[in-house]
């Protein structure tokens, strides 16, 4: 497995992986509004966006960024970087950065893709100099927030917050040093 950043044209891909991945753990219906948010997160060019891509069937695992979709490998999950812009929820200050959208294509998971796609993304924000990185998921995201706590992350309940009637995200943090490696 190789993990490294999403080509624009792996975008289209990146959205519907996402989407099946929340649907297939029962986080969101087919039909959920929040579905076309997922398609489009980083989609515009200004976040981060890895995709962790399974070699083909020839040991191939795809060209360096910028290559295109579909040549010598399967994108297999995706996570997304996406650093302060002035204000929000879950990101309050210039020196944090949010983990959003990581997700794994149903018939991947229990392989790891989803444990490296989140050690890759913190090395990024502490190579961009992120001090505090955030997360918010839905409390009944178990797997995911085992994830998160056996990365290092630290629930933060006092940041939790509701999007909408009837949804509360549970927020994480993790401190980093910025510029080190973890």
Do not use: C, K
């Not at 989407?19 to 980083?42: F, H, P």
């Not at 961009?128 to 309940?157: D, H, I, N």
């Amino acid at each position: 497995m190789r993990i490294r950043d999403a080509t624009p044209d792996e975008m289209a891909e990146v959205g519907e992986i996402r989407v099946a991945a929340y649907v297939a753990g029962g986080s969101m219906s087919t039909d959920s509004e929040y579905a076309s948010t997922l398609r489009e997160l980083g989609a515009d060019g200004n976040d981060v966006v890895l995709v962790a891509v399974f070699p083909d069937q020839d040991g191939s695992v795809g060209g360096a960024a910028g290559s295109g979709a579909g040549q010598g490998g399967r994108v297999a999950g995706t996570v997304m970087l996406q650093a302060w812009t002035g204000g929000g929820e879950v990101v309050t200050g210039p020196d944090q950065a949010e983990i959003r959208a990581l997700a794994v294509r149903p018939d991947a998971q229990g392989r790891g893709v989803g444990t490296e796609l989140l050690r890759h993304v913190i090395e990024r924000a502490a190579g961009m100099g992120v001090s505090r990185l955030m997360l918010a998921t839905l409390p009944g995201m178990r797997a995911a927030r085992r994830l998160y706590e056996r990365a290092g992350f630290v629930r933060r309940p006092e940041r939790d917050w509701s999007p909408a009637p009837g949804t509360i995200l549970l927020v994480y943090e993790m401190r980093l040093a910025p510029g080190q490696p973890r």
